[in-house]
Every structure is written in C-alpha cells, then in structure tokens.
C-alpha cells in the first residue's frame, strides 16, 4: 500500500508519527471508454478554453472566483492557512462512537505508526479499546481539513472520515406524505422484522453484479450468445398494506 498523508496524531503533549493508508479499494470492474466505431481507447486532456490547446499539469494553477475575479493560489497559500494541521491530526475529544449517526461516516483509513511511534501508537490504540471510546480529530489533507474518528479496528488503529454537519441536507426538502398507520399494521411489520432478523455477517455479502457482469464479458468474448434473464416482480400490485405483509410473512415461512 501507498501511504497519502504523512504526520502525527496529537494525544495530549504526546506526538505519534503516523502513515495514513486508505483502508477501502473498489470491487467493481474496471471499464475502458472506447470509440463505438473502431474500439479506440478515448483519453481526456485539459484544455484552455481559449486556444484550444492541451495543458502540461505542471502549468495548471488553482484559482478562486473572488466577486468575478480569479485569485491564483499557489501551495504555500493552502500551508499558510492552517500550518499545523498539514502535519498533525489532532485529538480534540473523546466521546462513544453511537453518539454519531452513521450519516455521517464517510472513508475510512489505516493508521500505521513510523519509527519511535509504536510504544505510543500501542498505548493510545489499548486505551481506547479500554474504555470503549472515539477520538475526534482534524487534520488537513489534499488542501481540506478533514473531520473524522480515531478507533481501533483489530490490530491497528483506524481514521474514519466523518461529514461536517453543514454537509448534510435537511429532511424538510423532502415531500413526505403523512399517513396514519394502524395498530394491526405496525404489529405485522414488527413480526416480519423479527423473522427476518439474524445476526450480521458481512462475509454473506458479495458484490454479485460484478460477478455476474464478469460472466458476460468471458462469454462475449468466446463468441457465446448471452441470453437475458426475465424480470420478475417481486412486490405485490396492491394498495393492501396488511395483505402484502401477511403474504411477505407466508413466503418467508415457505422459504424456511
């Protein structure tokens, strides 16, 4: 794995020196772009609007739009901004990870500890699994100073990028008819919740469009005709709420 971001967490006047590792990769096939008319592969280039001609990333600037005017930042500027967190991801409190709604989780990342960082790095990771807590912490990267949670996860300690609450829409833009929900109704739903609850297990979980997908792709290229499976309706025509829930509760019953 390549390290993005080299630092220290700051836990009290304590200083860990820590790689940052991204702790996710896709699981989705990697497609080509292609010309439809000769499978050409199309490639993207960055282009001045007013000549027409390709630019060299090394003549590519950041800029602002300032009340109708571009102001050219360069990577001092960004460093200028908050110096100390381009190198240190802070620990600004402790508090229960269910005290954060899942809403706003965003990536996660490993954190691995440099040379002269692994007492400390092993003393916070301990402490933390001790008493069951989160630290929260900010730190800048790729000009962005990310929010998010320290914790540990199996042997290492993990960063999981969190939203800041201004990135998060209200529920009131939404058109949400109300609708009485009787008694019977809500009894039956529960039912089928509670037959249908299980213990999670995330090794049940595959990615099986890809999968599937993958199998077109080796019988196209064998020349074999793919044929299109029907669609099947799964749910029921019908404005009979506590009928498609005794009929959910049948057909889970069948399928036991």
């Known amino acids: 794995m390549k390290a993005i971001w080299t630092g220290a967490i700051g836990f009290g006047l304590v200083n860990i020196p820590v790689k940052l590792y991204a702790a996710t990769e896709e699981s989705n096939l990697d497609l080509d772009m292609l010309d439809k008319k000769d499978h050409s592969n199309i490639k993207f280039k960055r282009v001045n609007e007013k000549t027409g001609k390709e630019v060299a990333w090394a003549n590519i ?3 602002y739009d300032y009340k109708g005017k571009y102001v050219v930042l360069d990577d001092k500027d960004f460093e200028k901004a908050i110096p100390e967190k381009s190198k240190l991801l802070a620990i600004d409190s402790f508090v229960k990870e269910e005290e954060i ?7 996660p990342y490993f954190l691995e ?5 692994e007492a400390a790095y092993t003393l916070l990771a301990e402490s933390l699994k001790k008493t069951k807590m989160c630290g929260v912490g900010t730190f800048v990267m790729r000009n962005r100073e990310v929010l998010g949670i320290l914790r540990p996860y199996e042997n290492a300690i993990l960063f999981q990028r969190i939203r800041y609450n201004a990135e998060i829409r209200k529920t009131s833009e939404l ?9 019977a109704e809500l009894k039956m739903a529960i039912s089928l919740i509670n037959q249908l609850s299980e213990k999670f297990n995330i090794a049940a979980y595959t990615n099986t469009y890809a999968g599937k997908l993958m199998k077109i792709i080796e019988a196209k290229a064998r020349g074999k005709k793919v044929v299109t499976p029907k669609l099947r309706v799964a749910h029921l025509k019908t404005d009979d709420l506590m009928g498609q829930l005794k009929a959910s509760l049948s057909s889970k019953k069948k399928a036991s």
């Open 101 to 107: 709604d899942s809403i706003y989780f965003e990536a």
């Open 113 to 117: 500890p440099q040379k002269n960082g």
């Open 175 to 183: 058109s949400i008819p109300k609708r009485t929900i009787k008694p």
């Open 61 to 63: 600037v950041k800029a």
